[in-house]
Nanobody, 119 residues
Framework: QVQLVESGGGLVQPGGSLRLSCAAS????????MDWYRQAPGKERELVAA???????NYADSVKGRFTISRDYAKNTVYLQMNSLKPEDTAVYYC?????????????WGQGTQVTVSS
């Protein structure tokens, strides 16, 4: 069973930076996308950033120019570099991996890591 483990969350002041990591417990074949979502209290979970198997990236408008997603397939890891953090970035951040093997789709989720931006 594949497990995704996030790390790197914490408390940071506005304007600061954090780097989130998400490591898979085992190699995931046929990855389609690796993504980061976030969920703030009282709000729905939203897609923050995604990277496809071909390396194409996509970002929510609210984080464009501040966040960068990257991945290291050899290490089964996806990263989210977050710069110029704002209080509204406060949320639980979740790692997600979508894979497809033949006609079967697989969705893997991490347990989440808390990011708090506050002075």
């Amino acid at each position: 069973q594949v497990q995704l483990v996030e790390s790197g969350g914490g408390l940071v002041q506005p304007g600061g930076s954090l780097r989130l990591s998400c490591a898979a417990s085992t190699r995931i074949v046929s990855i389609r996308t690796m993504d980061w979502y976030r969920q703030a209290p009282g709000k729905e979970r939203e897609l923050v950033a995604a990277i496809t198997s071909g390396g194409t990236t996509n970002y929510a408008d609210s984080v464009k120019g501040r966040f960068t997603i990257s991945r290291d397939y050899a290490k089964n890891t996806v990263y989210l570099q977050m710069n110029s953090l704002k209080p509204e970035d406060t949320a639980v951040y979740y790692c997600h991996v979508a894979a497809q093997l033949y006609a079967t789709l697989y969705d893997y989720w991490g347990q989440g890591t808390q990011v708090t931006v506050s002075s």
